[in-house]
C-alpha cells in the first residue's frame, strides 16, 4: 500500500488542479459553451439546407424544368449552404475562417484553371437542359455530326447515327455552334430537282411529277406540293421539284418518289440527261 499513496496523492493533486474554479471558469465552461453551440450551428443549418434544397427543387419542377437539371442544380445547392455551414460552426469554435477562405478561393481558382474545358463543357450542358433547342429523341445535326439524341448529359451528349453508331459529343462543341432540329416541326418539305433533254415536253414532264405526287397518300395536300421550272442548264431543263410531307415520313417518300418519277418518265420517254462530252477526231496530213 506504501507503493500505491504516492500515485494516488499525485493523481487527487492534478484532479483538484484540474477542478480548479478558475481553471473551469477559464476553460471548461467557455470551451464547453462553444463547442455545444458549434453543433447546435451544424445540426441546425444541415437541417435548414435540406429543407430549403427540398423546397428549392419543387419550385424548380412546378417551372417544368427538366428532371436532371433540377437534381443537379439541388446537389450544388446543397453543397455550397453545406460550406456555408461547416465555415459557420469553425467559427463558432473560434477558427480564423477569414484565412479559410483564402485557402479555398486559391483552390477553386487552381481547380477551375486546370478544369476550363471540363467547366465549359458543363456550363454548355446546363444550358442546353435549361433552354432545350432539342430533346431526347430528335433528330439533329450538331458539331459536325448528325444522329438521334439519346441522352444529354451534363458534360456530354449522347447521339446514335442511322446505322446505330453511338457518338459521345462534347456539349461545348455542340452550344458552341449551329444546331439543326430535324425532327422540331412536324412536316418537312422535300427538295429535289429534276432535269429533262431540250427536246422533251415540258408540259407533259410537269404532269408526270404532278401525277406522281397524287399517287403517295403520304404527300400533304396543304401546303400544297409545288413543282416549277428554274433553269435552263448547259444540257438540261432544270424542275424544282417540293412536296410537303410529315417529318417522319421524309426519307421514305423522298426515296419512293424519286423512283417513281424516274420510271414514269422512262415509260413516256422523257429522258434525264447526263454529262457527256462528244469528241471529234481529225486526221492531219
Known sequence: MGFLLPANKEKTVELEKFLDPEMINTYLIPWGIRIVM???VFIVGRWLARIVVRVTGRMMLKANLDSMLTTFLGNILYTVLLLVVVIATLDQL????????AVFGAAGLAIGLALKDSLANFSSGVMLILFRPFKVGDFIEAAGQAGVVEE??????IMKTG????IIVPNSHIYGGPIINVSAKPTRRID??????YEDDIRKAKQLIEAAFAADERILK????GVAMVELADS????????????????AVRSDLMERIKLSFDEHGISIPYPQQDVH????A
Not at 281 to 284: E, I, L, R, Y
Request: no cysteine.
Open 38 to 40: 458549434a453543433l447546435v
Open 163 to 166: 446505322d446505330n453508331r453511338e
Open 222 to 225: 396543304d401546303p400544297a406540293p
Open 192 to 197: 429535289m430537282v429534276f432535269g429533262i433533254g
Open 281 to 284: 477526231m481529225h486526221n492531219v
Open 94 to 101: 473560434g477558427v480564423q475562417t477569414t484565412s479559410l477562405l
Open 236 to 251: 438540261s431543263v432544270n424542275f424544282n421539284v417540293r412536296p410537303w410531307v410529315k417529318t417522319s415520313d421524309y426519307w
Open 152 to 157: 444529354v448529359r451534363i458534360f456530354s451528349t
